[in-house]
């Protein structure tokens, strides 16, 4: 009874505030917006008994992915008329793109066997650690490799503008009588 | 004393020279406007560095109403000289901009308060007054009691300013092809610094144009608290000017007092008495410390370093109870009279003040071994607000800012008054120019004024405090009290002022922080005719936008400190 | 812990999640009161260790004995004080950041273990959980810049964002070295590991854990944004940062914030690094809360006297010494510290 009634908290918080983020017409509020979304699904998942990628979860998202979005939302150029444009042709291919994604999703979700746990559910890290340095090392390795070309790709991307001089030329101060004369 | 440059002048110019005069040994050329610029430029080659200040002198009888005087100084040689023009009303005069930095301002200043228009000036704003002021203040038509209320704030930056800042920064970069890192208009922010803003205590504003944390731009903008100090000298007698004097530069109030006292002397042309002039000595040397610790102790707040400024801040409050002990106050002081002193020191003042400057050599040595070799103190603050040596000359820079260059000039050396000349010390220079630089001169300056002071309390003279002359000098209360002279004597000087003779003179000294000078001009009646200061943070801050350019918002902020600027001389 | 779901299910008659949730609100409250407590002595403690390092004497008056209820008396005037929201700010967000930077230390200090059992969330991945919702200030603090419609503060909030993000790498890489020791992310296992004295600590296990406290704790200085890595404040340049709009009630919450993080970075370097609630002579340990609180109140004296002795660096030299010095300082420890243990026999 309370179980449900905790899932089904979770779920509004997660999504309530993600239908904010899809209109709202700020879009720092939608970019604060997703700070409940995500702590929602750090919830489910701690709900879930997986507590290792609920904090992870917390720690990726809310305090890199979404810090990240902010800081580039706010630093970003702000569109001439001061909001972001509202049009057909803005409309039509977002919800194409949104809809494949839902189709997508919805195939991987009813695809999978989903195991269901019962009774009290164990810690989870040290399991996810073993297997990480063991089964999945590979893909671990893999996707290791990934994330530091990606980080050598954007230092690369935001290198320093370095100017040709660092000064600009000298304010007028002629030195020969010649030049203070004319 | 500057005859070379006088002679100079003859030679190169001959019949242009209007007139050459010498007023109590400031040796003056008076050129038509036209040859000016020629004028200058040839001073400039001839080894006058610096223009010290620009004084405009309203003479409304006169067919050429506007008497300017260009004060120049050259270092290499140690040597002055005054250039004068005289214009009409409304006559342009041409700018000195492009030879000398310190012009800009210095013309601002004379078109602002006497409404003189200077041709090919680049930035020809008013700049004391509001920019909605009407009216010149410093003309003599313009009456002392008229208010006006100006409240609209200027904006320093306008859209397109801000569009060829970044089109500028974008030149800069090196590969023109990279698209992603252009700047556009809206990347820039404008940030007011000031006026209310904990770096600039209310009294000053910079507005930077900022692309990220670095300063693109910067342009200040003064005169927050004008108060009219010329004008108002105007209307009262010479002693009377005394007080005002104190509200100045009030972090050394009795430099303030000394030298003005110094330059009122010698345009009458009488000298203060030797045990006078040891009192000045040592009350100014203390000024000087104190003056010096605030500044050095405020940059280092303004860095962080927040314990340091109770390190210094309890000498310097220790000295302040020894100043307020010998003259009734902390900040206002008026110890200083024309002719003399306005009473002579205490008893027990020789060991009190001894007491006080071993506290300091404690403070400061508590504070050297908490920054001298701190990196965080080292990265802030070594090669921050550089300024080269011939850019701080041609910026009107004097005292330690000109020091951190490595300029070894200071005038209590070099062009000594008070009896300077019989004390033995050292001038601390930097080489880089940059923060670090101004502040350690500074410390290194309240040793040398500490080891002034100890000479100076060791030979203090015995003798009259005050010049023996009735006309300068208030008669003694006795006479005052016990002859009908007296109270005459007493009456005459009280109401009616100091007769200065009629004429002019430039007195300055060694302020804490640079040259400070005053440049009187009196018609023979009890009151100053026109009384110019020429504050020593005056020029230093018109470099400020140029010297901030490029940095990062603290930099400026660790600059701002180091420059030492108190608004009440800025703004006077 | 157990004695208190024991009575809410079996006296109160709950299932077991709600009691879960009625203790937890339970601790939370104590949690509060506990953390506002901290602050309220912590502000009177930094005034005095500053008076004390500044050769003056700090609050002397509130309270006769050394100006004890100074602290107490200016949060009831903080709590009277108008409160003020520019015309022009963002209302909702203004009004949610400061409870956010609050709910992110309060969400941190559960998994403190005082002592032995007496832990409010006794989680298997403590530490991470930890460092994960300490995340949540820095969103606070974006927040609160943002929300201000303040240049200062913006400036303020992306400093601050930019900083503590940064920080928080060197932060979880030098308690690395520890969780290889140890074998469990568990504050109250991590703490049980280093009984048996000083020696035993694991600051002085080895060389390169004692480099990793070092680390950790320059890099808790710059995570709870206080001098001289003060950059999201930095009185004298953004005249107060992010929380320049700030007043009364609004402005206590960042207060007491700081002061809570203060704490938690303090207590955490005693759970990770200086051997938790074990006394440093090995048997003497009698009260084992006492002894956590006084080494975590030793750090932050540790933490005030380095705020109060050093300049502010600027926030270029900031990011400089996080990505270019520290990080790669904790990373040779991590290696060297596994190395050692291997080397030492410590893990099989």
Request: proline residues 5%; negative net charge.
């Amino acid at each position: 009874m309370t179980a449900d009634l905790i899932f089904v908290l979770l779920a509004l918080l997660t999504l309530v505030p993600a239908v904010w983020v899809a209109f709202s017409r700020n879009i720092v509020h939608a970019g604060f917006s997703l700070l409940l979304t995500l702590l929602g699904v750090a919830g489910l998942y701690a709900y879930l008994g997986a507590d290792f990628v609920a904090v992870t979860q917390v720690m990726v998202y809310v305090g890199g992915v979404l810090v990240l979005i902010l800081f580039t939302v706010m630093m970003t150029r702000v569109p001439q008329n001061g909001r972001p444009r509202h049009g057909l042709d803005r409309f039509v291919p977002a919800a194409v793109f949104a809809l494949g994604v839902f189709g997508l999703l919805y195939k991987t979700i009813t695809a999978v066997e989903w195991a269901a746990s019962e009774g009290a559910v164990e810690p989870t890290t040290a399991e996810i650690g073993t297997n990480f340095i063991t089964s999945y090392i590979f893909p671990f390795e893999y996707v290791s490799l990934v994330l530091l070309a990606a980080m050598i790709g954007a230092a690369i991307l935001i290198r320093e503008r370095r100017p040709e001089e660092t000064e600009e030329p000298a304010a007028p101060a002629p030195e020969t009588e010649e030049e203070v004369a004319s | 004393m500057s005859q070379k440059l006088v002679d100079s002048l003859q030679r190169e110019f001959g019949t242009d020279i209007l007139a050459v005069d010498s007023p109590r040994g400031d040796e003056s050329v008076t050129v038509a406007p036209e040859r000016l610029l020629d004028v200058l430029g040839h001073l400039r080659c001839a080894g006058c560095e610096q223009l010290s200040d620009v004084v405009g002198v309203d003479h409304p009888d006169r067919a050429e109403r506007f008497e300017l005087v260009y004060l120049l100084r050259s270092y290499a040689d140690n040597e002055r000289v005054q250039v004068k023009v005289n214009v009409a009303e409304d006559a342009p005069v041409p700018s000195a901009a492009g030879v000398y930095r310190s012009a800009n301002w210095a013309e601002r200043e004379v078109y602002d308060l006497l409404g003189v228009p200077f041709s090919g000036h680049p930035d020809l704003r008013r700049l004391l007054c509001h920019h909605e002021f009407e009216g010149h203040a410093l003309r003599k038509d313009y009456p002392i009691e008229q208010g006006q209320e100006c409240a609209r704030p200027e904006k320093l930056f306008t859209d397109e300013d801000i569009a060829r800042a970044a089109e500028r920064a974008n030149d800069l970069v090196s590969d023109p092809d990279d698209v992603h890192d252009e700047l556009h208009p809206s990347d820039l922010l404008t940030v007011n610094i000031g006026p209310s803003h904990p770096a600039t205590h209310g009294a000053l504003r910079a507005e930077v144009l900022l692309d990220g944390e670095n300063i693109l731009e910067a342009r200040t903008e003064i005169g927050y608290i004008h108060r009219c100090f010329e004008k108002e000298a105007e209307d009262h007698t010479w002693a009377q000017v005394m007080p005002y004097t104190d509200r100045l530069n009030y972090c050394s109030a009795m430099l303030n007092n000394s030298i003005y006292a110094m330059a009122v002397e010698k345009t009458i042309g009488v000298e203060a008495t030797p045990r006078a002039q040891a009192i000045r000595v040592i009350v100014s040397e203390l000024s000087r410390i104190i003056d010096h610790l605030v500044c050095v102790c405020a940059n280092l707040v303004d860095i962080g370093a927040l314990t340091n400024y109770w390190y210094l801040y309890n000498v310097r409050e220790s000295i302040y109870e020894t100043l307020e002990k010998l003259c009734g106050s902390r900040l206002t002081t008026n110890y200083a009279r024309i002719g003399g002193m306005s009473h002579d020191l205490f008893d027990g003042f020789d060991a009190e003040v001894r007491t006080k400057l071993d506290e300091m050599d404690v403070g400061n040595a508590d504070v050297m071994k908490l920054i001298a070799r701190n990196r965080i103190f080292l990265d802030r603050t070594v090669d921050v607000g550089v300024i080269s040596q011939e850019d701080a000359l041609s910026w009107g820079y004097t005292g330690p800012c000109l020091r951190a260059t490595g300029l070894a000039y200071d005038l209590r050396k070099l062009a000594p008054y008070s009896g300077y000349e019989n004390y033995d010390f050292d001038i601390p220079t930097g080489t880089n120019g940059d923060t670090h630089d101004r502040i350690m001169v500074r410390m290194a300056e309240m040793v040398q004024s500490r080891s002034i002071i100890l000479q100076a309390l060791d030979k203090l003279p015995d003798g009259p405090l005050n010049i023996d002359d009735n006309s300068v000098v208030l008669p003694p209360k006795e006479s005052v009290y016990g002859s009908i002279e007296g109270v005459m004597n007493q009456f005459k000087l009280v109401y009616e002022g100091i007769q200065v003779p009629a004429g002019r003179g430039y007195g300055f000294g060694e302020g804490a922080n640079g040259e400070l000078g005053y440049y009187c001009v009196s018609d023979g009646t009890g009151h100053p005719y026109r009384l110019k200061v020429r504050p020593p943070c005056f020029p230093i801050f018109s470099s400020y936008a140029e010297l901030v350019r490029g940095g990062m918002i603290p930099d400026a902020i660790a600059t701002l400190g180091s420059l030492n600027i108190i608004a009440g001389e800025l703004d006077r | 812990m157990e004695a208190m779901y024991a009575f809410f299910m079996d006296t109160a008659g709950m299932d077991e999640m709600a009691a879960h949730i009625t203790v937890a609100v339970i601790m939370a409250t104590i949690m509060f009161i506990v953390m506002a407590l901290c602050a309220i002595i912590f502000t009177w403690m930094e005034r005095k260790v500053a008076g004390f390092l500044q050769s003056r004497y700090g609050p002397m008056r509130t309270g006769r004995w050394h100006g004890w209820a100074q602290a107490v008396a200016d949060m009831l005037k903080i709590l009277g004080k108008e409160d003020i929201i520019p015309a022009e700010a963002d209302k909702p967000y203004f009004i949610f950041a400061p409870l956010l930077v609050l709910l992110g230390s309060l969400l941190a200090w559960a998994a403190i273990p005082w002592a032995p059992g007496f832990v409010a969330a006794d989680l298997d991945l403590g530490l991470f959980y930890i460092f994960a919702v300490t995340s949540l200030v820095v969103l606070g603090i974006l927040m609160a810049g943002w929300a201000s419609n303040n240049k200062w503060a913006l400036y303020g909030a992306a400093r601050g964002a930019a900083q503590m993000v940064s920080y928080e790498i060197p932060l979880l890489l030098a308690t690395i070295p520890v969780v290889l020791y140890t074998g469990s992310l568990n504050t109250q296992d991590i703490v049980i590991a280093q009984q048996g004295g000083v020696l035993n600590w694991f600051v002085f296990r080895d060389p390169f854990l004692f480099i990793a406290f070092w680390m950790y704790f320059i890099a808790s200085i710059a995570e709870t944004n206080r001098g001289p890595f003060d950059m999201p404040e930095t009185e004298s340049e953004l005249v107060a940062g992010y929380h320049t709009e700030y007043t009364g009630m609004r402005f206590a919450f960042f207060f007491l914030a700081e002061y809570a993080n203060l704490f938690l970075v303090s207590m955490i370097a005693v759970m990770v690094f200086l051997g938790g609630w074990w006394s440093p002579i090995p048997g003497l340990d009698f009260a084992p809360a006492a002894c956590f609180v006084v080494k975590g109140v030793l750090m932050v004296f540790l933490n005030m006297w380095v705020r109060w002795t050093l300049p502010r660096v600027r926030v270029d030299q900031l990011m400089h010494l996080c990505w270019k010095v520290m990080i790669p300082v904790t990373l040779v420890c991590v290696v060297g510290a596994g190395i050692w243990m291997m080397a030492s026999g410590a893990v099989g």
